[in-house]
């Protein structure tokens, strides 16, 4: 009789506990539920690019993808105004993104992200699954992180300078490329694309001004976040992703850096600049569209390489431009030839006699185009041309610079 009414309590204690336990997983089920409902709401005004429109959000946290990747480079966060960022509204919801999941931000400055619980982790990949599967049809797809913030001081003037590395998905990028821009460079780049896209620009959302806290860990972090899907979401766009003023953003400001180097004397500077110019156009494929820029790139580097005396490389930079330079056989007949070819071959043919590497396939184009009567006598240098060449952006303005570039 006791045992019976010991098992009877052992149940009831059971049930008791099942009854507690099932409780619990459906609160929390509701929440999660509730919590994936909200992100769907938001998620349904853009559903061709889900990134823009998480961008209006209000939740005020820090984005736990940059955790551990952002860094701040200052000796203090300061509570104050930009001197040159300071219209627009003063808005806490002025970013492209936000992050979901609930963030924090540490007394020292940096961003610290909460871990993720199992279920909120699992709603996190299937997002990002259903992300990548929105845009597949990019050819290559590009990632665009910011790995490092900077409140820089010049003079009176104060803006913080991010450093966003371009990085080749779906292998181990060998070839890290990155630029360093301002608030005042994005604003510029979108004000470019709505001029001259304005039809292909009117579902992209830019992060507008703040009035106040633009030093802050918390929005800088934001800040961020947004730019990396504002690149994100540019690049998805067919049209946009080969605009000249796209494609210009990333790498013009390094050629023209490395020009100024270059007429200097500056060789070893210089090439670390045309070096990452090399490696953003590669990645963003603006060889064909940009031919002139990718031509300027490899005869720099082939200049570079050649007072550094490394010539290997320089000859090898030499190949690749005779690549596109090669002219066909009716463009030899009626002499329509690349005004860089003739000493682009000469320099060719020297430097592969000065490493043994065969030379003859060269020195037999530089013959025939010298029997078809082309004077191949009295051409400028490639470090002539290096000099004096004015490096216009698409809208044929030579004197606009980048703020803020280095490799």
């Known amino acids: 009789m006791l045992t019976c009414q010991n098992s009877s309590i052992g149940s009831s204690t059971i049930r008791w506990w099942a009854d507690g336990m099932a409780s619990k997983l459906l609160d929390r089920l509701r929440r999660t539920l509730f919590k994936e409902g909200a992100v769907s709401a938001e998620l349904g005004c853009t559903e061709e690019f889900p990134e823009s429109s998480e961008l209006e959000d209000d939740t005020e946290c820090v984005s736990a993808r940059l955790s551990g990747t952002l860094s701040f480079k200052a000796e203090r966060m300061l509570d104050s105004e930009d001197l040159e960022e300071t219209s627009g509204p003063d808005s806490d919801s002025d970013f492209l993104v936000e992050s ?31 992300r990548s599967s929105q845009i597949r049809s990019v050819p290559q797809k590009l990632l665009f992180e910011v790995t490092d913030a900077t409140v820089v001081q010049e003079g009176t003037s104060k803006y913080v300078l991010y450093t966003i590395h371009v990085i080749q998905s779906g292998m181990f990028d060998k070839t890290p490329a990155l630029i360093t821009r301002r608030y005042t460079d994005f604003e510029r780049l979108h004000a470019r694309l709505r001029r001259l896209h304005g039809e292909e620009m009117e579902g992209v959302c830019f992060p507008r001004k703040k009035l106040r806290r633009n030093f802050v860990a918390e929005t800088i972090a934001k800040r961020s976040r947004a730019f990396e899907q504002y690149l994100t979401h540019l690049h998805s766009l067919t049209e946009l992703r080969h605009a000249p003023t796209f494609l210009e ?92 070819l003739i000493p682009l071959l000469q320099a060719n043919v020297r430097l592969s006699w000065k490493i043994s590497k065969d030379k003859r396939q060269w020195e037999a184009l530089l013959l025939e185009i010298q029997d078809s009567g082309v004077d191949t006598g009295n051409q400028p240098s490639l470090k002539e041309y290096l000099v004096k060449e004015v490096l216009e952006d698409s809208e044929g303005d030579p004197k606009h610079r980048v703020k803020g570039e280095s490799t």
């Open 100 to 130: 979901i999941e609930n963030g924090s931000c540490s007394t020292d400055g940096s961003p610290v992200a909460s871990v993720p619980g199992g279920s909120s982790m699992l709603t996190s990949r299937l997002q990002e699954s259903w």
């Open 249 to 340: 953003f990333f790498y013009l400001g390094d050629l023209r850096a490395g020009q100024v180097l270059l007429r200097g004397g500056c060789y070893q500077e210089a090439l670390g600049h045309f070096m990452n110019g090399l490696r953003l156009q590669e990645k963003l494929g603006s060889q064909k569209q940009q031919r002139t820029h990718w031509l300027f790139t490899l005869l720099a580097l082939v200049a570079c390489f050649q007072e550094l005396d490394q010539l290997g490389e320089a000859q090898e930079h030499c190949d690749r431009a005779l690549e596109d330079l090669a002219p066909s056989q009716d463009s030899l007949q009626h002499q329509h030839l690349h005004p860089l």
